[in-house]
């Protein structure tokens, strides 16, 4: 595993943890590519695809808050805070043009965040967002709300019990995955705030109103089983209104969890991507 410096950004008052690879951290001239997890990982849990972009990226692996070694949530948090935040760590960081790759939560946390300041990424790598018929939008609050309280009742039941067991819950619910996945996965189930289902936590606003303004290269990675829709994926293709690059990478035999599910597809459609926009 590669060594991670760690660190800390106060971003209105809230303590973001984030890990930065050792032998690409600041004056090493590299690009940096910030990776954001999904609800209820942490930015650990993006290790096995950190270990390959550390040879020609300056990585950067970021705790939301309410999840890892960030703060917890409280009376002030919205779906806005994430966006906001990985705003102010790149401020924060004097980072320039980075690439901010996210899944689930974290990709639509990068999309927010690309959409609200189109000045700050050089491009962004959407990883199934949570884009479909069951965000939480007025005309289906009902369905969403008894999704969101599934999720609590799941994630509050694993962060309960020991590490081995949780691990063990992984291998039934994700018997494909590659066993280094999973300790990270567990450890991440310990750390997490199961409040932040007090909240609502991806964009409320519909999917069509973000698309419309974003402006820098974006590749959407999607899952033959994911969140996002054949449908919806090429809905986006014909709202894209920016002249930069969106690209569509569709990872055969993958769920949501893209990266794990087909590790060698998703490692594939990235690479191929970021050799476009380096």
Known sequence: MADYKQ????????????YRAVINHTGSGKQTIILLHGVSD?????????E????????????????GLSDRVGPGFSYESHARQIAGLIKALKLTKPLVMGHSMGAGTA???ASEY?????????????????????????????????FHNMFSGLGKRRIQD?????????????????????????Q???NIFNYVVV????????????????????????????ETAEKITTLWKANSPYRWARIEGAGHNVHRDNYMGFMKALEEFLKEVR
């Open 7 to 18: 660190g800390d950004v106060k971003i209105d008052g809230i303590k973001i943890h984030y």
């Open 42 to 50: 942490n930015g650990l849990c993006w290790s096995r695809v950190a």
């Open 52 to 67: 390959v972009l550390i040879k020609k990226y300056d990585v950067i692996l970021v705790d939301a808050q309410g999840h």
């Open 111 to 113: 999309a927010d965040m």
């Open 118 to 150: 189109p000045a700050l990424p050089g491009a962004i790598i959407l990883v199934d967002p949570p884009w479909s018929d069951l965000a939480p939008h007025p005309r289906n609050a009902e369905e969403a709300g008894k999704m969101q309280q599934e």
């Open 166 to 190: 949780i691990i063990m819950e992984s291998r039934k619910l994700d018997p494909s995955w590659p066993e280094e996945e999973r300790l990270p996965w567990a450890m991440a189930k310990k």
């Open 192 to 194: 997490f705030d199961i």
């Open 203 to 230: 964009n409320p606003h519909p999917f069509e109103e973000i698309v419309g303004k974003i402006q820098c290269p974006t590749l959407l990675v999607t899952g033959e089983k994911g969140v996002v829709s054949k």
